[in-house]
């Protein structure tokens, strides 16, 4: 039997399992997680064994156009499914993991040739990966783990957020049809219908997955660092911004006003507290009012702190009932009616819940400090070691240096709104998994493989 023949009985071989398995699904939705995670395993002995690089790239375009024609519409169902967010600001994230999002093309090869011969590096597939996905960026992150996973060679069992399920199975069937139209294998990505943490359990306790992807908050990631799992960890942020008095105070009041209510702030990398010099502090807040923020007075502040903070014994935590509300719904729980605004603010001290709980509301405390050595102590306290984004303005070199040096976060934007650092109208690709506690940063298809070398010894294939 010559090598083509082998492969043609192999893949019969799984496409038969498969198809077994597959009578278990509806379009790679399982009931069972175990079905799903056997159901990947061989989709992705499968795709990586009979399918070319080439594949990978064609069926990643299919995906994006497919996502590009039900962005409206997965924009919608989020929206109505988790109450969170703005229709169109869903539709740009979409529609940046859609344009964004890196496939194979990250994927490079190391070689080097010498007399005792070539050796070449590549990015080999993890194999069956476990994504757990945020109910902040459901589909957007179900595309964008998507593209990169397969892109590296991967199958993919997603857990997605309780409270996105039904948006995230409409999603998911949608790409895993275009994939089998397309002629790549059924079941390269499949999800339980029902998530829950026992399917969690079951994704860390299993031989066959070899990679958890965690997206979401730090107790989601520190559950899975301590599954004993490889894990590659994109939890929380807080990212604070700097505003120096050197700063531009038109770009700077209406870049912050543009990020922080940018799909209500739900982003994680998403401007939630600004330490200001107090010097330029009156003229930035007048600004940011002229953009269209409301502020509210100290004792509003208070009367909204109870609203939307949940206290225990003098623990603040955030009330999920206000994440990712509209800012005139927020408003309207303190009496203020018809406010025209995507932004609140407020001025508070350094040290209040608004500046140091990620809120993920269209919410942006203001703190006044007395020096810019001020502002960044009390950033970097707020930041809370997260190692995730923040933001400068300033025209100060050195400032800009310090303040990037002493933050240490994955992305440090300078003089725009921090969506500019997933590529969202910066330059850059675009993720929506932003592995800062485990540090592969900004993911693409790279981050989901494994180095492998490959020898010839002996001064094989030199020319020269
Ligand atoms: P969440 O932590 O409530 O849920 C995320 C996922 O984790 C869900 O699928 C949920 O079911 C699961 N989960 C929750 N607790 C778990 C546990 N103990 N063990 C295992 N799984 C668990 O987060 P959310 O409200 O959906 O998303 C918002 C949070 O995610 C914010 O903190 C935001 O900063 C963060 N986030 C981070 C990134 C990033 O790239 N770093 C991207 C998006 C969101």
Redesign the pocket.
Same mark, same amino acid.
Do not use: K, R
């Given at each position: 039997m010559d090598e083509m023949m082998i492969k043609n009985i192999v893949r019969e071989v799984l496409m038969k399992a498969n198809l077994d398995i597959s009578c278990k699904s509806a379009q790679g939705v399982f009931e069972d997680v175990n079905d799903a995670i056997d159901a990947a395993y061989t989709a992705q002995r499968d795709w990586y064994v009979n399918y070319k690089v080439e594949d990978r790239r064609r069926i990643i375009e299919a995906i994006r156009v497919v996502s590009r024609e039900n962005a409206p519409m997965f924009a919608k169902m989020i929206h109505e499914e988790t109450g969170m967010g703005r229709y169109e600001d869903k539709i740009a994230k979409n529609l940046a993991v859609i344009d964004k999002t890196p496939g194979v093309e990250c994927l490079v090869t190391d070689a080097i040739s010498g007399d005792s011969g070539l050796m070449i590096e590549e990015q080999a597939p993890f194999g069956v990966i476990g994504a &757990?996905? #945020?109910?902040? +960026?459901p589909t957007e992150t179900i595309i964008n783990n998507t593209i990169s996973m397969i892109g590296g060679g991967n199958a993919v069992v997603f +857990? @997605? /957020? #309780?409270g996105a399920k039904k948006v995230c199975a409409v999603c998911l069937q949608i790409l895993h049809k275009t994939i089998v139209e397309n002629g790549g294998p059924a079941n390269l990505i499949t999800m339980q219908r029902e998530?829950d $943490?026992e399917a @969690?359990n079951k994704l860390t306790a299993s031989p066959k997955i070899r990679l958890m992807v965690g997206?979401?908050?730090m *107790? $989601?990631v520190n559950?899975?660092l301590k599954s004993g799992k490889k894990t590659i960890g994109?939890?929380?942020?807080n990212p604070p911004v700097v505003v120096d008095d050197t700063a531009d105070l038109d770009k700077t009041a209406s870049e912050i006003y543009r990020g922080a209510s940018f799909d209500n702030n739900l982003l994680?990398l998403a401007e939630k507290e600004t330490f200001v010099m107090d010097n330029v502090a009156d003229e930035l807040i007048r600004k940011m009012c002229a953009c269209g923020a409301h502020l509210i007075t100290p004792q509003e502040t208070e009367q909204l702190l109870k609203v939307v903070f949940l206290e225990k014994d003098g623990q603040y935590s955030v009330n999920k009932k206000w994440v990712g509300k509209d800012a005139s719904l927020i408003l309207e729980s303190i009496g203020i009616k018809d406010a025209d605004t995507r932004l609140v603010l407020c001025e508070v001290p350094h040290d209040h819940p608004f500046v140091l709980v990620?809120q993920?509301m269209p919410v942006m405390p203001i703190v006044r400090c007395k020096t810019f050595e001020d502002c960044v102590k009390y950033a970097v306290i707020a930041e809370n070691g997260n190692r /995730?984004t923040a933001s400068m303005f300033s025209k100060n070199v050195d400032h800009m240096t310090r303040f990037a040096k002493e933050i240490e976060t994955t992305i440090f934007t300078k003089n725009a709104a921090t969506l500019v650092g997933v590529g969202i109208g910066g330059e850059g690709h675009t993720t $929506?998994? &932003?592995a *800062?506690p485990t540090g592969e940063g900004l993911t693409c298809a790279r981050s989901f493989t494994r180095r492998r070398r490959c020898m010839l010894a002996d001064g094989g294939l030199r020319v020269i």
């Open positions: &757990i996905t #945020p109910s902040t +960026n +857990n @997605v /957020h #309780p998530p $943490m @969690v997206t979401g908050g *107790g $989601m559950a899975l994109a939890g929380a942020g994680c990620e993920l /995730h $929506m998994t &932003i *800062g």
